[in-house]
């Protein structure tokens, strides 16, 4: 058994929470913060401009990918913003998605229920964690991105098992499609931070994100493995990371004891001299 040919993530469009979120992190009034706050973040809706952004990222999978009804095999995070994304990005008459737990959103915990601006205050070491070492923190009551690495490699199990030989697509969200990443590039915690950092590869809404064991150069040429990656942004292109192109995959490192010593150099010893 093999990994899927072809494996697509799709962030949802942008929810009511976003646009709530973002102007309350302005300072901006906002009336419907509180709203926005009880609201459990699995219920929450897109806006307009999320209806929008599914519709161009559904034209955008159509002229690139042969359309969403294509694949074999639909998946979608239970939260209602992305099964709204799902039914707009493949139209009403697409049937036969899949809800699947394990593709949802890294849960907030009590720290996700107050406004940005009180988070810190409210639980300043998890805000100081959350700068320090984004990987690894837990949110109060929630996940750490290393929990929600958990629930993809199980999810990818299933796709090793279930959709060897098929073409996927998945509608997700943004913590998850990092943790993608983490696990499909082979990445270190240090690399996924500094890549989490790194404004050039944010995951905007309705992000599309493909992985492929095709070689996009020959289509003769399939992998036993997942070999190679591209990150569109459906609604602005010339502003994909890497130019929307393919980049091919590092393969699994191996390394020598010299080479894990230069690694830990990231973090000086405190206790050379003592």
Request: aromatic residues 10%.
């Amino acid at each position: 058994m093999t990994m899927p040919l072809e494996i697509v993530f799709v962030r949802h469009g942008q929810s009511e929470a976003n646009v709530v979120h973002k102007l309350d992190k302005d300072g901006d009034d906002n009336p419907h913060i509180d709203t926005v706050n009880q609201r459990p973040d699995w219920k929450q809706r897109l806006s307009p401009k999320g209806i929008a952004q599914a519709k161009t990222a559904g034209q955008w999978i159509q002229d690139n990918l042969g359309g969403v009804a294509s694949f074999n095999a639909r998946y979608v995070s239970p939260f209602l913003r992305t099964r709204e994304t799902a039914a707009y990005l493949a139209g009403l008459d697409t049937g036969e998605w899949t809800i699947d737990d394990r593709v949802a959103e890294r849960s907030w915990g009590v720290y996700g229920t107050v406004a940005k601006a009180e988070q810190r205050s409210q639980f300043p070491l998890t805000s100081k964690l959350q700068e320090a070492t984004p990987w690894y923190v837990r949110f109060d009551g929630g996940e750490s991105m290393p929990d929600v690495y958990g629930r993809f490699r199980d999810f990818q199990g299933t796709l090793h098992r279930e959709q060897s030989e098929a073409r996927v697509i998945v509608v997700s969200h943004g913590d998850f499609m990092n943790v993608v990443r983490y696990g499909m590039e082979r990445m270190r915690p240090e690399q996924w931070e500094a890549m989490d950092r790194d404004p050039r590869y944010t995951i905007r809404n309705c992000s599309i994100l493909q992985y492929s064991r095709i070689n996009p150069a020959n289509s003769n040429d399939i992998r036993d493995k997942i070999q190679w990656r591209r990150m569109v942004y459906p609604d602005a292109p010339h502003e994909s990371p890497d130019g929307g192109e393919w980049v091919e995959l590092p393969k699994r490192q191996r390394f020598t004891g010299e080479e894990l010593l230069k690694q830990i150099e990231i973090a000086p010893p405190l206790l050379e001299n003592e």
